[in-house]
């Protein structure tokens, strides 16, 4: 089949679907309904005749077509984003899609360099379309590992083949409580034996799990996969929590969370900036991570 402008899109979308894990919860990234989704990937099934993925109530599932649907879609957009990248590099200017990916919650930390450096790219040139994905830990090395984002800026204890980590600074992570939780006004001397007690969240977004080892009791009766969902459940006085100290600051000032023996329940994670050691950089991905170092160095 001869690709035009309307297949490229219905591959985005199909490939939105596929990184997101079904239609519903496309709809937000895509910002369309999820009847307009199932229409779009149903049009993209039919111009390739293929079956691309399984949906219904036994949830998203791809078809080994759609799996190889899905990697030559990354292919394709790879190849046309290098193609706008080479024509823009000939003519000596800045111009295609600048991709970042992040852990979720760095905006609010005073020391992250993202804003400074679109700000600085986007003077450079008005060619650049940026396009920026908050996901988990592991998904942003994934993302620039397939070459669905130009950078990273997150956090990794394994560090995966292929890509490069260099690092911008320490994050500072307590254990927080809620102003109604009983350790919020205990007195000193009785915070150890409610702590044994204390329901602590459990998450699978634990940026640095295994560094923690402080002896809680983990009782799983609790679970978040982001620090928002951790400060939820904090602030409901029911559990104790990590967060980093620049997401909990809000809270802090306003008294309704505090930590907890910080100079015992603490620890730093590294912030790294991570990027792809096996492609070539383009003009616009080179311009990227050198600002990305320069405007975080500039924070420390």
């Known amino acids: 089949m001869q690709v035009q402008d309307v297949d490229l899109r219905l591959l985005r979308i199909f490939v939105a679907i596929v990184e997101c894990g079904g ?152 254990l927080y409580c809620g102003i109604s939780h009983p350790l919020f006004a ?3 001397s009785n915070v150890e034996n409610l702590l044994q007690q204390a329901e602590v969240v459990s998450s699978n977004y634990m940026r640095d799990k295994e560094t923690r080892n402080d002896g809680l009791n983990y009782q799983n009766t609790a679970v978040a996969y982001h620090d928002e969902g951790i400060a939820h459940l904090i602030l409901s006085g029911q559990f104790i929590g990590y967060l980093p100290d620049h997401y909990a600051s809000y809270w802090v000032e306003k008294g309704l969370i505090k930590a907890i023996l910080p100079d015992r329940y603490s620890y730093k994670i590294p912030v790294v900036l991570i990027t792809s050691k096996n492609n070539t950089p383009s003009p616009l991905a080179h311009a990227l991570i050198e600002q990305m170092k320069l405007c975080h160095q500039s924070q420390l």
């Open 186 to 188: 205990c007195e000193p």
């Open 23 to 174: 239609l519903s919860a496309a709809e937000s990234r895509l910002n369309i309904g999820r009847s307009t989704i199932s229409s779009h990937l149903s049009d993209l099934e039919v111009r390739l005749g293929l079956k691309l993925c399984k949906r219904g109530r036994s949830g998203f599932e791809l078809t080994e077509p759609g799996r190889i649907t899905y990697q030559a879609s990354l292919e394709l957009m790879q190849q046309c984003e290098a193609f706008a990248t080479t024509v823009a590099s000939s003519k000596n200017e800045l111009s295609g899609r600048a991709t970042i990916s992040v852990i979720d919650t760095m905006v609010s930390d005073p020391r992250c360099g993202v804003a400074g450096a679109i700000a600085a790219l986007k003077q450079k040139s008005n060619n650049i379309q940026f396009d920026i994905n908050v996901c988990e830990a592991r998904e942003v090395e994934t993302s620039v590992v397939n070459g669905r984002s130009l950078v990273g800026l997150g956090v990794s204890r394994h560090h995966l083949r292929g890509l490069d980590y260099f690092p911008l600074y320490n994050e500072n992570n307590y």
